[in-house]
């Protein structure tokens, strides 16, 4: 069973759409992450969400939006694409909040034409 | 000054060479770090995870914590064409009480040659 799924694995859509990615943990961890690296690699986090609690990036835009039906769900959903969304989007768990290790996702990578 | 300085590489040794990775960082609240790696299209997957300064070792990894220089290292002994990845350094502040994600340093892509 994988630990921490998500899909769509590859989406490819246009500019000013709006899309969401999925993410699942069968692991009963209590928080779940969603990170982003961009064509350089570089891997940075966007929102950790805990008991109900959000915690989000400051640079990260306001037309990305996390949405957790339970506790075992972390959706992201994103309104008007830009170009510059286009990458890779990991999604992570940990059982508690900080120094516990981060399990992650497969990645969904986002291409926006 | 970026929080977290790795050097991208690419970083080419023989297969069986010992291989060095390093990281600097600059913020002393900085108190967990992790080594993961990441292969191709995939996502990083945990190697080391330690808490405070010294070594720790895990069948031919070992992770090695500075705090006082602010430098993390992880060396790889008897390296395999399997090693062949991006490895992340990733760092963790003591919590204020909310869930704090990974700050990653940018990785290093490393190929063992066969």
């Known amino acids: 069973d994988t630990a921490v799924s998500q899909t769509p694995k590859y989406l490819v859509t246009q500019m000013g759409n709006d899309k969401s990615i999925k993410c699942e943990q069968n692991l009963g961890h209590d928080t779940m992450y969603w990170y982003k690296q961009d064509s350089k690699k570089f891997l940075k986090i966007m929102f950790s969400y805990n008991n109900k609690e959000l915690i989000i990036n400051e640079t990260v835009p306001n037309r990305f939006s996390p949405k957790s039906p339970d506790k075992a769900h972390l959706n992201l959903h994103i309104n008007s694409l830009e170009l510059g969304d286009s990458a890779v989007y990991f999604c992570?768990?940990?059982?508690?909040?900080?120094?516990?290790?981060?399990?992650f996702g497969p990645g969904t990578r986002l291409t926006v034409l | 000054q970026k929080e977290v300085e790795q050097d991208p590489g690419p970083l080419s040794v023989p297969e069986g060479a010992i291989v060095s990775l390093n990281c600097t960082y600059s913020n002393s609240a900085f108190q967990y770090f992790m080594w993961y790696r990441q292969y191709s299209r995939k996502g990083p997957e945990l190697l080391m995870y330690t808490y405070s300064s010294g070594n720790k070792e895990d069948g031919r990894f070992t992770a090695q914590v500075d705090k006082s220089s602010k430098y993390i290292s992880l060396f790889i002994r008897d390296s395999q064409p399997s090693d062949s990845a991006t490895y992340l350094c990733a760092l963790i502040p003591i919590a204020g009480g909310g869930a704090d994600g990974l700050t990653f340093g940018k990785g290093t892509h490393l190929i063992i040659q066969p």
């Open positions: 992570a768990s940990s059982q508690g909040l900080a120094g516990d290790t981060q399990y």
